[in-house]
């Protein structure tokens, strides 16, 4: 069945390093591609996403790049600040709006 | 506008009474999701509406676990004969036209 692995937290930064969380997935057919946020305290936000391969998702500073052929989707971003601090889930659709697999979330703590 | 609503945000009760979670969908949205969230097992789908009816229950994980949908509007969740296990924040989502989901900030319950 489809499933949605990504790399194991916490992951602690400083301010201002790069950020680098590894998301790959199985499925059959072309699933949409989506990286949520949950931050402190409260509900889980889109946070960017791709539909299909070669895509890029870019919100927030953040980017990530649909690529089929090493069926991975890994979440980056060039200078983390100690308000992304919060955790970070990588999820897959088989169709647009349907039902979400998500990975296990990533806890980032960024420190000032 | 109006996100997706959750009541209660918090719920105690004890072992082996009945709860109600409820979910109010963003308006005019016709799908409705409800997951679970809780410590080592993520996010774990619990079932799916489109409109009324549920095509999709097949993470609902005991049939002490139901959930209907009433006007294509509001949901309730509802677990009988509750277990410590069933401890977790429950989770509402809604999406219309294959958009992606949008999640309410959830309910935490909490069986002593």
């Known amino acids: 069945g489809n499933s949605v692995t990504q790399m194991e937290g916490p992951v602690t930064l400083s301010e201002e390093a790069f950020l680098t969380i590894n998301c790959t997935y199985t499925?059959?057919?072309?699933?949409?591609l989506f990286w949520y946020v949950q931050y402190p305290g409260e509900g889980l936000q889109l946070l960017l996403k791709?539909?299909?391969?070669?895509d890029k998702g870019s919100n927030k500073g953040f980017e990530a790049t649909y690529r089929k052929e090493t069926t991975s989707f890994h979440l980056e971003k060039g200078s983390v600040q100690v308000s992304d601090s919060a955790v970070y889930f990588c999820a897959l659709s088989e169709v647009p709006g349907g039902k979400l697999i998500f990975g296990q979330g990533t806890e980032l703590s960024v420190k000032p | 506008g109006a996100g997706v609503s959750q009541s209660p945000s918090n719920k105690v009760t004890e072992k082996g009474k009945d709860v109600e979670l409820r979910c109010d969908p963003i308006?005019?949205?016709?799908?409705l999701y409800w997951y679970r969230q809780s410590l080592g097992q993520g996010l774990e789908f619990l079932i799916y509406f489109q409109g009324n009816s549920a095509p999709d229950k097949s993470g609902l994980p005991s049939d002490r676990f139901s959930a209907e949908r009433t006007g294509g509007s509001v949901s309730t969740l509802t677990i009988q004969r509750t277990q410590q296990e069933d401890s977790a924040v429950y989770l509402c989502a809604s999406s219309e036209n294959n958009s992606p989901l949008h999640f309410g900030n959830g309910t935490r319950l909490t069986v002593t």
């Open positions: 308006s005019g949205h016709t799908a």
């Open positions: 499925a059959t057919g072309y699933p949409s």
């Open positions: 791709a539909t299909k391969a070669d």
